[in-house]
């Protein structure tokens, strides 16, 4: 039988560390893929919550600035309302309307010059408001609109130097016309409330802020980079993301130089963009600690592979491990030796010793920084020679054999200088040897501060109980019991109770709301409140003349201690001259709203019943005309005038249906989005003709960039071709019509139609939008029935868009159509 030749023990082992080696490989190469696709995981879940995180703090911002706009709109149709501006009444409005937006810093009235009318903030009438500073001032009537933000916390405290980082307010500013005049409402909004928002929603790892369109840093988060107020126009954010997508994300450098995970998202229907950022280090922190997990898998894996080299390794892992804990534990307790030595010499009480008839035979080295004094001038003396003479006799009862045993406790002033005294908390303990006093231990801490905000706590508490017995509103406090604490003289005015007959008592029947059988009280503390900071709603109470009164209740719980809130303050707050105010202006609205709806509908049922008649007499003065023109011309130069009458007559009707139909508002548009440089082509093309007819010369531009609006076709041509008309009608023969679209800066787009005509006097540049108005310059026969301007102005408030018109230098006028364009999207 041959020999079988074995294979060496080298030649094995060799063979086991590559195939161990390969095995090693493959896992290394396994686990590192998984950890790349568990990286990629973890950034997609953090894009994910970045755009939930962008949409929420996107409809707050949103939400809060529409509030504000739905605010100022309803105080404008209330002053409008009136026959002439109360200041004070609009200042009462002004003020309820901050109760209802907790947003809102200020509010006021301004003129076209920016001095205030009125204001919630009781400011002087006349005080002027640098409205230049806000930027560009909308126009037009009942539209808000957002500025810039502005330094300091109102809108006269920007007069004086402030950073606009530190303190700001956003304006949102509405105009309205009334009596011929220009006013502003404005609301103050607090960034501040924005930058709260978005710091609670915003999760801690994460950071979030608020744009304005034009690249102004409105608010963020305590740990965005950039500061509140500053300028970005030149970001690429601005620059090149926004105008191509409303909504996106990126992961590159945006706000730093560290690569960042950073989302955007554009407000629905404010120029405002929320951005959210993170450092993307930061979110692969939770990826980079399960990177210990699969780094420990892959050393199991690799200590089965290894097979007998495992336990070697492991051994020495573990002996090199044990060494660094024991380095680990000496060096701890090196640096906590370290640190008790320090605590020991920096201790900032005063230590001493005393003899048993309280002169001092050690004092530590504070009691020389304190005193002022060498140490060797201290000892020797008694504590109570170093004292306040007020307080002497006091220290020295301390040191007596009557006073108890244990801790004695004084509190003492003690002179450091000439002048200057220091309050000082003693403690001294007595030393026993058996029954006998040999000396005293003991220590000083110096509370001169807590002594003196104690001192400082008295008067605010005083100020405060005056202030509040000053308020015009009634307040009261209830304990957790539910008896009164204290109540303030309005209180006692509006119940007809004095405060000595309900404090320390149970709340009853003091407050009785109205309609109640039998009556009862609101007031029973904590119900309904628990687990809220504040509770406000509308009731209403009997006053002490049994008048039945609006008031707003509010309910805020005192904080107390571990066992629970100390009780509840209430405040009342009277609206019911309000109520009335609104309660008339409401009947007001709603009889002007259906006498509006009564003559709208006589407007159309009559229009309708006209259109019948005015059909057949214009067929048949077209049919008279073409037989008249062979056998008697007179007859159908006749018919002609007939036929002409008709139409304009049919216009008039056609123009009277239209504004019935714009003034009910019921099924007139249907908005999509759209270029609005083809709607303009469209119309100056089907206009040539009458052009060509009047000898009239087309100069046109149009913008090169998409003027991309959310309009209603037909109606924005309707427009178009209401103006240009007018400005083919009223032009020189041969004379020459521009028309000219731009996209403004401000996010809008500018269509501007320019003629030579006679122009509009000044006076009348206003009045040719209302219906049946024309121009006294224009009206000399040339036709219209005095209703395109009008239809053309409620078309285009409709759309959110704004027309006037202006005279040309040179002779001529100009009307200036203007539309708000949104995010330039592919059409």
Not at 607 to 625: K, V
Request: proline fraction near 5%; hydrophobic fraction near 45%; include cysteine.
């Amino acid at each position: 039988m041959p020999h079988r030749r074995r294979p060496s023990t080298v030649s094995l082992v060799w063979l086991a560390r590559g195939v161990g080696a390969a095995l090693a490989l493959a896992a290394v190469v396994g686990m590192g893929f998984l950890t790349w696709q568990s990286r990629n995981e973890a950034l997609e879940a953090a894009e994910e919550r970045s755009h939930l995180i962008a949409r929420v703090l996107e409809d707050h911002a949103t939400q809060t600035v529409e509030s504000a706009a739905l605010a100022l709109t309803t105080v404008g149709d209330g002053i409008r309302g009136q026959s002439a501006i109360d200041a004070a009444h609009v200042s009462q409005m002004l003020g309820q309307m901050l109760l209802a937006q907790p947003g809102l810093r200020e509010a006021a009235l301004l003129s076209e010059s920016g001095q205030i009318i009125a204001s919630s903030a009781g400011h002087l009438p006349g005080s002027l408001v640098r409205l230049a500073e806000w930027g560009p001032l909308p126009v037009g009537d009942g539209k808000a609109t957002l500025m810039h933000l502005q330094p300091g916390r109102g809108l006269l405290e920007g007069r004086r130097a402030q950073r606009i980082d530190q303190v700001a307010y956003l304006p949102l500013v509405m105009p309205f016309q009334m009596h011929a005049r220009r006013f502003y409402l404005v609301a103050a909004i607090n960034p501040d409330a924005l930058a709260n928002y978005q710091q609670g929603v915003a999760e801690p790892e994460w950071h979030a802020a608020l744009f304005s369109y034009q690249g102004q840093l409105l608010a963020a988060t305590t740990e965005f980079p950039l500061k509140p107020g500053s300028w970005h126009q030149a970001h690429r954010l601005f620059r090149e993301w926004l105008p191509a997508h409303a909504i996106g994300d990126r992961q590159e450098p945006a706000f730093g130089d560290s690569q960042q995970v950073l989302t955007y998202r554009v407000s629905r229907s404010r120029p405002m963009v929320v951005v959210v950022v993170q450092e993307r280090s930061r979110l692969l922190t939770d990826w980079r600690d399960d990177l210990w997990l699969n780094a420990g898998a892959l050393l199991v894996m690799e200590l089965l592979i290894l097979g007998g080299m495992a336990a070697t390794l492991r051994a020495l892992s573990t002996r090199a491990q044990a060494q660094r804990v024991l380095d680990e534990a000496y060096a701890k307790l090196s640096a906590s030796e370290q640190e008790m030595a320090l605590v020991l010499r920096s201790i900032q009480e005063l230590i001493f010793r005393t003899d048993a008839d309280g002169q001092l035979v050690f004092v530590n080295a504070r009691w020389a920084l304190v005193t002022r004094e060498p140490t060797e001038k201290i000892l020797g003396r008694k504590m109570s020679t170093l004292v306040a003479p007020a307080d002497r006799a006091q220290v020295e009862r301390l040191f007596s054999d009557a006073a108890p045993d244990g801790v004695r406790h004084a509190e003492v002033s003690v002179p450091v200088s000439p002048g200057e005294l220091r309050r000082f908390s003693l403690a001294v303990v007595p030393l026993m040897t058996g029954s006998r006093i040999d000396g005293f231990a003991g220590s000083a801490v110096d509370v001169t501060e807590r002594y003196e905000a104690e001192a400082r706590l008295q008067q605010q508490l005083h100020l405060v109980a005056l202030l509040l017995e000053l308020s015009p509103q009634p307040v009261s406090m209830v304990d957790r019991e539910g008896c009164y604490v204290t109540v303030n003289r309005a209180w006692e005015d509006f119940t007809g109770r004095h405060r000595d007959e309900v404090v320390g008592r149970p709340v009853d029947r003091h407050l009785p709301e109205c309609g109640m059988e039998p009556p009862t009280s609101d007031w029973v503390p904590m119900e309904g409140i628990e687990g809220q900071s504040l509770l406000r709603y509308e009731t209403q109470f009997y006053d002490r003349n049994r008048d039945c009164r609006d008031v707003v209740l509010s309910k805020v719980v005192v904080p107390g201690d571990e066992m629970g809130p100390a009780g509840v303050l209430f405040t009342l707050t009277d609206v019911s001259e309000f109520r009335r105010a609104e309660r008339a202006t409401t009947e007001a609205k709603e009889a002007a709203e259906e006498a509006s709806r009564v003559k709208s509908e006589f407007i159309a049922n009559m229009s309708h019943e006209l259109r019948t008649p005015l059909q057949s007499i214009i067929g048949y003065s077209e049919l008279g005309r073409s037989r008249g023109e062979a056998t008697c011309p007179k007859l159908s130069a006749m018919f002609g005038d007939i036929h002409d009458s008709g139409r304009r007559m049919l216009d008039l009707v056609n123009d009277l249906l239209d504004v019935s139909a714009l003034e009910s508002g019921v099924g007139t548009f249907s908005l999509e989005r759209c270029d609005l440089r083809p709607c303009i082509t469209a119309v100056v093309r089907e206009l040539k003709p009458l052009m060509a007819h009047r000898r009239l010369t087309l100069e046109m531009s149009q913008a090169p960039e998409p003027l991309v609006a959310r309009v209603d076709p037909l109606r924005f041509q309707q427009v178009i071709r209401n103006v240009l008309a007018n400005a083919i009608r009223f032009s020189p023969e041969g004379s020459a019509i521009t028309v000219r679209s731009i996209r403004r800066s401000q996010g809008e787009a500018h269509l501007a139609i320019m003629d030579r005509g006679p122009g509009i006097p000044e006076p009348e540049l206003e009045r040719i939008f209302e219906a049946f108005v024309q121009s006294s310059a224009t009206s000399t026969g040339a036709g219209g029935t005095g209703l395109g301007l009008a239809i053309s102005r409620k078309i285009m408030t409709a759309l959110g868009g704004r027309i006037h018109a202006e005279n040309r230098p040179g002779g001529g006028a100009v009307f200036h159509v203007l539309m708000p364009l949104g995010v330039v999207a592919e059409i």
